[in-house]
């Protein structure tokens, strides 16, 4: 598009490029077995040099999906706004940053300019309160948000999560959260900067260092929202009132907690009733059930919402000594090299593989399936992804039930559906 | 860069029903590995338009008494999900040029408006009141005036909403930002020297 228009990127030195939704996660040796794919990869590598963008290859190390490598490399900033050609972009917002998910058009207006036009958006104070039960991660507090505010509640808002959960979790905990703002409807969303914040960029490669370090964290602090400052919303959850979540449906919103019923058509409002029938349908549920106990085809534990270290370590300290059921077929994808890498050091890798689940490549893999990884016919799978729509995981009558890394791990190793709580006798742990 | 000015679109309707109908819906992800978007109007709705076999299933875009629609009127929250422009061009390079729903997801109004395609928003009621004049008469045109907000339909009125700056640019000819945007050169450059991370400071 710039180069019909012969324009160049403005701002080549701020601007970064990875490869991740094409890429496969099994076998990386080009070419690729798909030649679009293959062609995708060569022309974004010869407009990089074409531009001098900053890309991060297949072979630099430090390959991965965009958003844990904007995190890891330290160009995720507070007070920076990003914008990126992917709507989970709004996982940067964990560093107090402004991060927007944008379409092809924009990502040239981008490039040309270094700028976006947008209308102001709305800010709804977030504040979940509260001690977390055991079993209970950062994934459940989003998927809890969602299905009480509606998949739609968040249009024309930014949403600001605050309150003593998101003040005790760590960086991980929050790009979880900060991810799936935009399956609420969310344009945007954020947590204020802090000393997790600070302890977390310190000393990463594009971090300010020295002096310039000290003047960045001072200015980063007085960005943080005032104590008493005006939003247009405020909505308060208590942090007891969450349970391990899992969706039934075909949007992130059609959630239930694993010892609840899914929905019964007939009580829900008119309005509803539509929908209600038409995911039932998909999912091959039926109104009233318990999720729990259902049969599981496919576990893939992996993308940008459930991907980095700590949702690793935490699985392996459960899963180990377990064996996945030999019918599920079970993945584990590192969100990026530096992840996979940190892993093997670990030998958590090692956990992985003795438990039956394949150890792969990063990429975004089965979250979307524009790459080899795929459901086949009406495969259900239980994934820590962050999407349930019908189709999303590769094939149109493919069905997915979105959760937690953990609970991910209970149904590969029970094959159905589980509460990993019960399973593991899940005690209170530290994870995405 | 001089664009037409869209004061309205006029065309025949086609009612597709249905509340968050995400971007993955209306082009699965497989068919966006491509590096251009030409070619995407044949995969609009694929999954839902085709079984897995390739054969038509029943649905609106599959019906002839539809075929040559223009106009799409859907339920809310319509483009829900990926930010991928791929859904607002495969509906525009089908041969859509306006949608009408009860509400838009942001990014996806935002991928369309800038195409040129406007999407404007009516009330639940007059959606189904449209959607069942189209069912008696599948050749009735409808008219959405911009300027004016209002949709027409054989001798029947309805409110279609736009917020002010998509109905500007549209009507103004700039519903494609870049040529404003870099026309802010300047103020681009001000604000940079400005902004200590980008001043290295």
Same mark, same amino acid.
């Given at each position: ?273 539509? +929908?209600? #029938?038409? /995911? ?11 999720? @729990? *106990?259902? %049969?599981? &085809?496919?576990?893939?534990?992996? +993308?940008? #919402?459930? /991907? ?11 899963? @180990? *000594?377990? %064996?996945? &059921? ?107 | ?201």
């Amino acid at each position: 598009m710039l180069r019909d228009m012969s324009l160049r990127v403005r701002m080549p030195e701020r601007t970064f490029a990875t490869v991740d939704h094409i890429v496969p996660t099994d076998k990386r040796v080009e070419p690729f077995d798909d030649p679009l794919a293959d062609a995708m990869i060569k022309e974004l590598r010869n407009n990089c040099v074409e531009h001098s963008i900053t890309y991060f290859d297949l072979d630099s190390g430090r390959q991965g999906i965009v958003h844990m490598v904007g995190p890891e490399q330290g160009i995720t900033q507070p007070g920076t706004t990003i914008a990126c050609g992917d709507s989970h972009t709004s996982t940067h917002g964990a560093f107090g940053a402004i991060a927007f998910g944008i379409g092809t058009s924009q990502v040239r207006d981008v490039l040309a300019t270094q700028t976006l036009a947008m209308s102001k958006l709305k800010v709804r104070r977030i504040n979940v309160d509260g001690e977390l039960g055991p079993g209970v991660y950062a994934k459940d507090v989003i998927l809890h948000i969602i299905r009480t505010l509606g998949v739609k509640g968040g249009l024309g808002y930014a949403y600001e999560y605050g309150g003593d959960v998101f003040d005790r979790m760590s960086m991980e905990e929050r790009m979880t959260v900060c991810n799936m703002s935009i399956e609420g409807g969310a344009r945007c969303g954020y947590v204020n900067p802090d000393q997790t914040t600070f302890a977390y960029l310190e000393g990463r490669p594009y971090a300010p260092t020295g002096e310039a370090w000290q003047s960045a964290v001072e200015r980063w602090r007085s960005i943080a929202s005032d104590p008493g400052c005006h939003y247009d919303d405020v909505v308060d959850i208590r942090a007891e009132d969450i349970a391990p979540t899992v969706t039934w449906g075909i949007n992130p919103g059609q959630a239930i907690s694993i010892d609840e019923q899914i929905p019964i058509v007939e009580d829900a409002p008119e309005s509803d009733k539509d +929908s209600l #029938t038409e /995911a039932l349908n998909h999912m091959k549920l039926t109104s009233g059930q318990s999720i @729990k *106990g259902e %049969k599981i &085809d496919v576990a893939f534990l992996g +993308s940008c #919402t459930n /991907a980095r270290l700590s949702d690793f370590v935490e699985v392996a300290k459960y899963l @180990k *000594g377990h %064996k996945v &059921d030999p019918k599920v077929h079970a993945i584990a994808v590192p969100g990026s090299q530096i992840v996979k890498l940190q892993c093997e050091e670990l030998k958590i890798d090692q956990v992985f593989k003795d438990a039956g689940f394949e150890w792969r490549d990063a990429g975004c893999s089965m979250c979307l399936a524009m790459n080899p990884d795929k459901l086949i016919g009406d495969q259900l799978c239980a994934s820590s992804s962050n999407r349930n729509f019908k189709g999303r995981q590769g094939s149109p009558t493919g069905r997915t039930v979105l959760m937690s890394p953990v609970m991910v791990a209970a149904a590969a190793v029970t094959g159905m559906i589980s509460d990993a709580r019960e399973v593991f006798g899940v005690s209170k742990g530290v994870m995405a | 860069m001089a664009l037409e000015a869209i004061a309205g679109v006029r065309g025949k309707g086609v009612y597709v029903p249905g509340d968050d109908i995400d971007t993955d819906r209306i082009i699965p992800a497989r068919f966006m590995k491509c590096v251009t978007f030409e070619g995407l109007g044949e995969y609009l709705f694929y999954d839902v338009c085709h079984h897995e076999d390739g054969s038509a299933k029943a649905h609106p875009l599959n019906d002839e008494r539809y075929a040559g629609a223009t106009i799409l009127l859907t339920g809310s929250n319509f483009g829900s999900g990926s930010s991928r422009e791929h859904a607002p061009q495969a509906l525009y390079r089908h041969g859509f040029r306006a949608v009408i729903a009860e509400s838009f997801a942001e990014i996806f109004f935002g991928n369309s408006i800038t195409l040129g395609m406007p999407c404007v928003t009516a009330e639940k009621g007059a959606i189904a009141e449209i959607a069942s004049l189209l069912e008696k008469d599948p050749d009735l045109v409808i008219e959405i005036d911009i300027a004016k907000g209002v949709i027409a339909v054989a001798d029947k009125h309805f409110e279609a909403k736009l917020p002010a700056s998509a109905q500007t640019a549209l009507l103004r000819g700039r519903w494609d930002p870049l040529a404003e945007l870099l026309e802010g050169e300047e103020a681009i450059t001000t604000t940079a020297a400005r902004l200590p991370y980008l001043a290295g400071k």
